[in-house]
């Protein structure tokens, strides 16, 4: 049996061989405009765990995202970047299905609900997300259900990002939160 490869100690090599041919290790700090992020350089400390690698701030630009739309990455995102004539870049693609939690405001009927999406404040609480619209998602739990009797104000749902197939993309918003209409 082979012995077990230690990956981070790849990732370290991966980032002694960068310096010499133009990689290099990035956090996202924030969002600059568009697909370009303020990053800091990092790097692998003797226990394997990242670190600062200097004070110096570069500017990435994120491939995977166009750039006349304001990029989505989060901040503290890692990334190898790649010196290309003179530019850092990185290609981190978003996740197929954006996920994010929201709060259920009222229900329209017939399986469709109002949304505000929320952020963690605690282990188990959540609040509000600054700046952000409410939003309308069909619960998918619902869709079969001749009478069904709606999910309570105020739950706390899971909600999932979709895009139709038709030209141009249209985005779509679900969740699956039990109805227990059968039980009443």
Known sequence: MAPRKNFRDSLSRLAQLGQATGLQLVRIMGLDKGNRYA?????????????PAGAEQLT??????????????LT?????????????????????????????????????????????VSENTFADKSG????NACNIAELDLVDPLGVDADSIVLVATLTTDSDPPTIRYVFDHPDYNEFH
């Open 132 to 135: 952000a619209q409410d939003i």
């Open 60 to 73: 990435v630009i994120n491939l995977a995202e166009p750039a006349d739309e304001d990029g989505q990455l």
């Open 39 to 51: 990053a800091e350089g990092i790097e692998f400390d003797s226990d394997g765990e990242t670190q």
């Open 76 to 120: 503290d995102t890692n990334a190898v970047a790649v010196d290309v004539e003179g530019k850092w870049v990185i290609l981190v693609q978003p996740a197929s299905t954006p996920v994010f939690v929201g709060k259920v405001l009222y229900t329209f009927g017939n399986c469709l609900y109002r949304i505000r999406p929320q952020v963690p």
